[in-house]
């Protein structure tokens, strides 16, 4: 028997018993490793423990889930995410515009001065709104400014890009999951800085490749309406004094929910926790993408400043 099988077999027995396949088979003589360093008992048989599967490691008890749980939020703890790659200086999105003859050096040493007077308005928001620039060059020239390309509104699915994200985050930062290329490709849309962090974070929460690219502030704020409107997985929002807490709080709902697999990442102030409950996702091979809302389940967890 495969490990894959055997795995999605030790799944499915969360849910409705082992099955007769799996108590005939030769999982019985599997051995795997504790993901814990310092278990006793690192070698066990499937068939004889309760185990958690977290980030594709398993733990063979709640003590052990509770150290790879609190490993890995130390390790998104140093994870900022923005200091991946290296930092790229970028022309102004205003000299831009001037040198393909999209604005005169006057609109853009006017729009200049306005942001001196700290308007909240970003430039090329100032440049359509007093001097009716077409929104379509500034969305062009922040393509050229950040290097991607321009989407459309073309094949975006609100239903579909709901499932791959948790509703709080959508909510708390700006950024679209626009769509899917032959589930291996990631499209995310910005409408002015591109957030490599956010994308970063996307990437390894599902394990997709990420592309990042514009989008008008007009087809932005629509599509984002439709999507927060659709429905999204289960979440639960939480906020915690610190770490640990936290990580006693996340061990504890594995305990609870029993799910197939799970994952944590970070999103600048946001800890991501995700369970799926497909068995699919037990070998942690195929791309993280649930079918429908509920097949995972979202926790998003903060450290509260004021405790």
Partial sequence: MSFLRMGRSVANSRVNGPSEDY???SALDWIVE???A????RSLRFWRRQMFLFENTWACSG?????LVARALRREAGNVGEARGRHHHRIPLGLIMLSRGWITQEQLQYALEMKKHDDPR??????VSEFGVEAQHVTRALGIQWNCPVFTDSEFDAARMALLVARELVRSYE????RLAADRILYLAFAGDINRSIAYSMEKMLGLR???GQLSDNLYTKMRGELIDVEFAGEQVHKMPNLSFMAEHIATE???????NSKLVRMHNHYWLRMWFHSKFVSGTEKQLPDHATGVRDYIYQIDLSS
């Fill in 23 to 25: 108590l005939n088979s």
């Fill in 34 to 36: 504790c993901g814990n």
């Fill in 38 to 41: 310092t278990c006793r008992n």
């Fill in 63 to 67: 003590d052990c889930l509770r150290i």
């Fill in 122 to 127: 970003r430039i090329g928001e100032w440049l």
């Fill in 175 to 178: 950024f679209l999951p626009l």
């Fill in 210 to 212: 990420v592309e990042n």
């Fill in 254 to 260: 594995m305990e609870r929910k029993q799910a197939a």
